[in-house]
């Protein structure tokens, strides 16, 4: 073996090691001065070859086995990733020019530091979100050294502390703020502006709520880092440190999605999925004098049960959960009437009882505010009187019915707009009506002083009051009445008109009529039919030529002497829907 050969084993067996000029480890130093010693045994024996022809084979034999052991060694300290020599920069520095070069986005040059590429996952820069999730990464990402390097030969261990914005976990925040937004929108914005023609979101709106909410969350993104610690495995590789990406620094790095998944795209559809059509809740505004006209082509009347089934069918979001009170099982003898828009469903129908003729009006609403009570002139105390046809078209009424006629009478206590007009408690029972639409009810006396009703209306948020009665059904129960009440001749026959409620937003109007033949009822008759129907509250309004229930502005019911009576006031139902709204 020449003196070329020897020096090209030691070279290829000592590639893993640093430059001649790198300082010494002890191991190394005495694994390096044995080859060196190994290497000067096989010159001198080739010198002595060289003089002695005689001891040609000695030196032949000492000259190979010399040859052999340093090869040897080489071999053993490149398998054993042996460092002969220790490098002149450690491994830290190589981690550090990492992080620095990808945090300032150079990827190129971060890229320098790896044995092999790395899979980050890439921000979809394309449109306004990726931009800003690529930039929420870019700024919330920060890193620290755990420490000194592990070393075991050519090979290394960094332990680093990650902390990056956890984009996955904002997604239920994202679809809550759309959720929020679009109700919004539904509330402020005409319903052509929200909805197209099949009842979805239009494109532009969901667009625009996703970016807003996108910004919302990434504005609070602290609520939203990680910091995890993870192991940077590093080679000595032709005299340098090398990272070697791994799967848990990729994910890191990419805000703790996999590098292969199409986060944008997924978030946004998460974020949009379980979004359905959101009624626009309409509020009828406090001391309005009528409602919005109804439109004409709701108003329908038939003698087809099948139809008004489906037509309360079409009300399913304000009917949801209610038990109705139109049952088939009704001897129903007369045309249906029902009006149904997004905020209102009245189903109006007649039938036998008891061999007594009489009319419903079952009534849902979407909000408190379109139950009302309408004063001639709108002022308590006019001298004016409307009949009730007239006056539920002045206020836009989908349905009326005749209230107290508080003009005709002094008894009882009269609220108007929450303010106290009258106030003569001692025999009478009173319905409240509060701000969400329930009937409160109180009996005769029980309030006794002025301050106490005013007091009473602040904390019950009353908005108006009827005065007349008696309480017929009061919290589920039938209720015993006084033969001495003093409206309504309790004990006569006579036509009868009442209001009962079965759950919110949920009333009954009716009308027991004194005509052809078909003689009224007496009031507990009329109880025990409100009572039979379901009502959890009832009371009983002015009845006789009063009773009367309006619908599309004509009488429903059977009127006494078929002639209107000419009255004070009016309670009626409206419908929400403003005319812009409309489809």
Known sequence: MDFDTLINILERGAENTAAVCGSFNSQALLLYRVILGLFGLEVLFVTLHSCRSRQRMLSGVVSAACSCAALFLCLLAYESRTLVFMPSEEPEASVERFFDTFLEGDRAAAEKELSKPLVVREADTSDVNGRLFAEALSDSFSWESLGECELQGTHAVSRV????????DMTGDIHGVITEELERLVSVLPRK??????????????????????????ADAKRYRESREVEIPLDYVEGRWVITPTEEL???LSGGISPLEDFETNMKSEALSGLVYIPKHYVIAEGATEGPVPEESRFIV?????????????ASDLTEGYELFFNDDCDFYSDFAVYHDETILTVSWKEMWNRHECAFTEIFIADA????RKLAENTFASPVQKSATMLAAETNAVVASNADFYKYRPEGITIYDSELYRFNPQNVDICYIDRKGDLIMSFAGEIK?????????????????????PVEVYEGKLCKINTAYPLGEVNDRYSRSAIGQRGERHYLLMNINNNKGFPGTNIYDAAQLMYEK???NAYALDGGQTAEIVFQNRIYNM???????????IIYFCTALPENDRR
Not at 161 to 168: D, H, P, T, W
Not at 205 to 218: F, G, P, S
Not at 369 to 372: A, H, L, M
Not at 559 to 569: A, K, P, Q, T
Request: proline letters at 0%; a negative charge.
């Open 161 to 168: 502390k990650i902390s990056y914005l956890k984009c996955g």
């Open 193 to 218: 502006d929200v909805y197209d023609d099949n009842d979805n979101y239009r494109k532009e709106i969901l667009e625009d709520t996703y970016t807003k909410a996108v910004r919302v969350c990434l």
């Open 250 to 252: 990729s994910l890191a």
């Open 302 to 314: 038939t003698d087809d049960l099948q139809e008004v089934h489906s037509l309360i069918d079409e």
């Open 369 to 372: 505010s379109q139950f009302r």
């Open 449 to 469: 002083t002025e301050e106490e009703m005013k007091k009473y209306i602040k904390e019950k948020d009353i908005t108006f009051s009827l005065a007349f009665g």
């Open 534 to 536: 379901g009502c959890y």
């Open 559 to 569: 009127l006494n002497h078929n002639h209107e009576r000419m009255v004070s006031d």
